[in-house]
């Protein structure tokens, strides 16, 4: 059974950071290309940060560039979005996601909700 469940979301201040985690199991880990998505209310989803599997090459949304960082540890079958220098425009629901060619694993998605 294939899941994908996201942790280390919640309320954080301006300024702050978060640190957000996707333990994945049911599937080979190593070989997916693994993604970051947000989603905030009355808008679509977005891509915030994505890994490949081969290489780890790594590419970001412009809006999140140089603030966060995403990275993968295979061995744990986790990926990690780590989130510096949080404003209140990063408020959504954040989803990993795994893909593989036509192969495509979501998160059930957790909050990040950064205000003053």
């Known amino acids: 059974q294939v899941q994908l469940v996201e942790s280390g979301g919640g309320f954080m201040q301006p300024g702050g950071s978060l640190r957000l985690s996707c333990a994945a199991s049911g599937f080979t880990f190593s070989i997916y290309a693994l993604s970051w998505y947000r989603q905030a209310p009355g808008k679509e989803r977005e891509l915030v940060a994505a890994i490949s599997s081969a290489r780890g090459t790594t590419n970001y949304a412009d809006s999140v560039k140089g603030r966060f960082t995403i990275s993968r540890d295979n061995a744990k079958n986790t990926v990690y979005l780590q989130m510096n220098s949080l404003k209140p425009e990063d408020t959504a629901m954040y989803y990993c996601?795994?893909?593989?060619?036509?192969?495509?694993?979501w998160g059930q998605g957790i909050q990040v909700t950064v205000s003053s």
């Open positions: 996601n795994a893909k593989l060619n036509i192969l495509s694993h």
